[in-house]
């Protein structure tokens, strides 16, 4: 039977790569967004470990360990701190609340695995399609792409120059959005080559960007639709698919 992890994180993508990682070693996962149900679902689930964060919206993290270690039927559970928000001296008062290990963020896997593994044996790795693409919806953020480029294809014809602009704004966020994502991801997990894959995104925003002000100036001339497909279609892809690489790198370096 799987053991049961149990992570109490307020940041929701902070929560999903916990979870990907750690399934993706056959642990069973369940979560706390503000920690106050932290001793309840403890009790319930009796996990054999627990990932805390210290900064909590509802209540501290170093409070709710305090509580964890005062309860003799679950002080004996493992408690590894996870935080990016530990000041100078945070981490004496982390190991005074009774936390048997501290990890600051941004994390790098390994070690992170790495100190799970001391608590707990861990299984075979697995690269699960949510550990390399579920984190950051990047196949529903493509869908949505995808269909607003739809959208605009069908006004180009008509010629409202105000509604297909309007349309051009929703693209715009949305790619931008996706590629925040990707940078926060790499961004919590350390990854070196996190520089390299912003110019790949500076190029595609910079090519879109550049053919939207051309369009304000000239109207949208004949092979603005194939442009902005290629770009859209071709280099995000090409840019995502950087961003796959690296995950199945880290995969290799994690197992």
């Not at 170093?62 to 590894?80: F, H, N, S, T």
């Not at 925040?180 to 894959?197: N, S, T, W």
């Not at 995000?236 to 961003?243: K, L, P």
Request: glycine share 6%; charged share 30%; net charge negative.
């Amino acid at each position: 039977m799987a053991k049961t992890i149990l992570i109490v994180e307020d940041d929701a993508l902070c929560m999903k790569l916990f979870c990907d990682l750690l399934e993706s070693h056959g642990f069973k996962t369940i979560g706390s967004t503000d920690g106050t149900d932290a001793l309840a679902l403890a009790k319930k689930h009796r996990p054999a470990l627990i990932i805390m964060d210290i900064k909590l919206p509802e209540i501290s993290g170093i409070e709710r360990i305090k509580a964890l270690k005062a309860d003799e039927d679950l002080q004996d559970i493992p408690v590894i701190v996870v935080t990016g928000y530990a000041m100078v001296g945070d981490e004496r008062k982390i190991m005074l609340s009774g936390s048997d290990s501290y990890i600051s963020k941004p994390i790098a896997v390994p070690h992170f695995l790495a100190e799970i593994k001391k608590f707990i044996r861990m299984g075979p790795f697995r690269l699960t399609k949510s550990l390399l693409t579920g984190h950051i919806g990047i196949d529903a953020e493509h869908d949505s792409i995808g269909a607003l480029l739809n959208e605009l294809k069908d006004l180009l014809p008509a010629g409202d120059e105000t509604a297909c602009f309007k349309k051009i704004e929703e693209i715009t966020q949305t790619i931008s959005n996706h590629f925040a994502h990707e940078e926060k991801v790499m961004d919590l997990l350390d990854y070196q080559g996190i520089e390299e894959h912003k110019k790949e995104h500076r190029c595609v925003l910079d090519r879109y960007g550049d053919l939207v002000e051309k369009a304000k100036t000239d109207g949208f001339c004949e092979g603005f639709e194939d442009e902005i497909t290629a770009i859209l279609v071709h280099d995000m892809i090409r840019a995502d698919m950087d961003f796959k690489v690296y995950m199945t790198e880290l995969s290799e370096r994690s197992a």
